[in-house]
């Protein structure tokens, strides 16, 4: 299965991202870099090639998780420890392993969200940071396009659509959740309705 999901965003990722390069809203760099800190541990789900995760390698030890082994050779090079998995089965790494648990543009592609953050919790120490962010996928933008008779959402790999409220349920076992909506010209005017991305972090709890 996992050779065959690797295949697949391998795929993807090509034809659609620039050879797996990971798209980002860039107001969430100095928000995850605050939340990892230095000198930490960190586990990067869903790293690709690791253009997110270059921008908190400096002063930390970064294991990278993707299915897409052509990507993750890339992340290799910059100094990530790649480790090939589909992080919609049990993760192969130890009970509270990390620090920190970074799931960018990741709980959206999953079967089973739910499983996953049960997973995150896991290899989490007690007081580890869970930082990541999901599409708004309830925009103004979206919600027009599902007037018009179209899909909300264009991308074909995205499984499931989260509100903040959905973001919340699903870290119901952790302490401290913070989401922060990113990125949209005009988020200022409404957040909500009308932000590209919703980043969140939260405190793994005894």
Do not use: W
């Not at 800190?37 to 990067?44: A, E, I, P, S, T």
């Not at 699903?170 to 005017?189: E, H």
């Amino acid at each position: 299965m996992s050779t065959f999901l690797g295949q697949l965003y391998e795929s993807h990722h090509r034809q659609r991202r620039n050879s797996g390069d990971f798209v980002f809203v860039p107001e969430r760099i100095p928000l995850f870099q605050e939340a990892i800190g230095q000198g930490r541990h960190v586990l990067d789900l869903g790293c690709r090639s690791g253009a997110l995760a270059r921008h908190f390698l400096d002063g930390n030890e970064v294991v990278g998780v993707d299915v897409d082994r052509a990507a993750l050779a890339k992340a290799e090079q910059l100094g990530i420890t790649p480790v090939v998995a589909d992080v919609d089965e049990p993760l192969p790494l130890d009970s509270e392993k990390f620090d920190v648990v970074v799931a960018g543009e990741l709980l959206e592609h999953v079967r089973f969200p739910r499983a996953l953050v049960a997973e995150v919790r896991r290899v989490l120490r007690q007081g580890g940071v869970f930082v990541g962010s999901v599409p708004n996928a309830f925009r103004v933008q979206n919600r027009l396009r599902f007037v018009r008779g179209l899909q909300p959402d264009k991308d074909p790999t995205h499984l499931h659509m989260f509100t903040p409220a959905d973001i919340r349920a699903l870290l119901a076992d952790f302490t401290g959740v913070r989401i922060t909506p990113l990125g949209g010209r005009y988020r200022r005017l409404h957040a909500r309705l009308l932000a590209q991305d919703l980043a969140f972090s939260a405190i793994r709890r005894a």
